[in-house]
T-cell receptor, first 112, second 113 residues
């Protein structure tokens, strides 16, 4: 079983739609959680951290459910520019340093 | 402020050839990382350097060596390239304090024939 699992998609949605991505992780000791965005043939970039209480950044909302070991990302009012692959990322949970485990990513395609 | 830079951007090798991928960061970060990314798989950690003077194996270290030349530079060496090492290689850095953001370089696309 992969440590971080995501639905690979693609999710094909029209502009203005709301779309949600889910992610599960296997290491219950993980302490930090993130969503990264990766454009085609580019490097990953941090989209947002995910906090226990849930957090929002504009049209993006991230939720964490520690009991179910589940993370979600909600994108409202999708834009063409949101088309990318979204990587669920979990801290390794051991060692005290920044060792990240990446999911394979969920691809989003927003069309006019 | 260039962030994280990598050279080369593209490389084609024949099986058995060697090469070194270069990475440098100008953010005064303590920690640096090398990942590979293959289709359908998440980024996998090859080696990391938590601080200058230290290096440790990640998830997939076989066939690779690294050198943390100084605080800025972290190189990855393939001593005898194999087709299984065809991949996109990303270098990243972070301040190393707690669970904070990693910044990635633009990647090196390597093909081993």
């Amino acid at each position: 079983r992969k440590e971080v699992e995501q639905d690979p998609g693609p999710f094909n949605v029209p502009e203005g739609a709301t779309v949600a991505f889910n992610c599960t992780y296997s290491n219950s000791a993980s302490q930090s959680f993130f969503w990264y965005r990766q454009d085609c043939r580019k490097e990953p970039k941090l989209l947002m951290s995910v906090y226990s209480s849930g957090n929002e950044d504009g049209r993006f909302t991230a939720q964490l459910n520690r009991a179910s070991q589940y993370i979600s990302l909600l994108i409202r009012d999708s834009k063409l520019s949101d088309s990318a692959t979204y990587l669920c990322v979990v801290n390794g949970g051991r060692g005290g340093y920044n060792k990240l485990i990446f999911g394979a990513g969920t691809r989003l395609a927003v069309h006019p | 402020n260039a962030g994280v830079t990598q050279t080369p951007k593209f490389q084609v090798l024949k099986t058995g050839q060697s090469m070194t991928l270069q990475c440098a960061q100008d953010m005064n970060h303590n920690s640096m990382y090398w990942y590979r990314q293959d289709p359908g798989m998440g980024l996998r950690l090859i080696y990391y350097s938590a601080s200058e003077g230290t290096t440790d194996k990640g998830e997939v270290p076989n066939g690779y060596n690294v050198s943390r030349l100084n605080k800025r530079e972290f190189s990855l060496r393939l001593e005898s390239a194999a087709p299984s090492q065809t991949s996109v290689y990303f270098c990243a850095s972070s301040s190393g304090q707690g669970n904070n953001e990693q910044f990635f370089g633009p990647g090196t696309r390597l093909t081993v024939l």
